[in-house]
T-cell receptor, first 117, second 110 residues
């Protein structure tokens, strides 16, 4: 149980384009999902908390107009990187909490590696 | 600024030895503590969670928590080369957000 998937696993795009990343909880409901970013040899940095049916909560320094988050259902959150630039190249990882079991444990998706040329 | 501190390593141990990974945290109000393992190029996978002072054992892994000292550790018994990875300590503080340490790289040599 507690499986989280992400799609795509890897994406290469041109500078200025937008990229959408999907995060799904496959066998549990998640009213709250989290989006992290990890640069090489760095730790995971929380970007935003995605809340089902309401606006996401962004961490300080993260541009909400650049990183659009939509959490339209209990099993799906999407992160759209708009007008991507090479400095946005990173490993993007989502996580989710099992709402029914009321656990604080976060289960991570496999991550999406973004390369902006 | 809530911080989680870990020695970056690498920590090198021979196969079969006990690996000891340590973590300190700054938020005294933290209540939930986690150890994740992250292989290179992969996302973190949960090893253990611990919420109360003392030890918690799961197979070859033992997590230890001392809230008075704001210290949490992970012991890996009978270390295997497949245990070679970066181990991330993570703490949930007052706002229910997970704060990660930078991780300790463990290298288990055959």
């Amino acid at each position: 149980g507690a499986v989280v998937s992400q799609h795509p696993s890897r994406v290469i795009c041109k500078s200025g384009t937008s990229v959408k990343i999907e995060c799904r909880s496959l066998d549990f409901q998640a009213t709250t999902m989290f989006w992290y970013r990890q640069f090489p040899k760095q730790s995971l940095m929380l970007m935003a908390t995605s809340n089902e049916g309401s606006k996401a909560t962004y961490e300080q320094g993260v541009e909400k107009d650049k990183f659009l988050i939509n959490h339209a259902s209990l099993t799906l959150s999407t992160l759209t990187v708009t007008s991507a630039h090479p400095e946005d190249s990173s490993f993007y990882i989502c996580s989710a909490r099992d709402q029914v079991r009321r656990e604080e444990t976060q289960y991570f998706g496999p991550g999406t590696r973004l390369l902006v040329l | 600024q809530k911080e989680v501190e870990q020695n970056s390593g690498p920590l090198s141990v021979p196969e079969g030895a006990i690996a000891s990974l340590n973590c300190t945290y700054s938020d005294r109000g933290s209540q939930s503590f986690f150890w994740y393992r992250q292989y290179s190029g992969k996302s973190p996978e949960l090893i253990m969670s611990i919420y109360s002072n003392g030890d918690k054992e799961d197979g070859r892994f033992t997590a230890q928590l001392n809230k008075a000292s704001q210290y949490v550790s992970l012991l890996i018994r009978d270390s295997q080369p497949s245990d070679s990875a970066t181990y991330l300590c993570a703490v949930i503080g007052g706002y229910s957000t997970l704060t990660f340490g930078k991780g300790t790289m463990l290298l288990v040599s055959p």
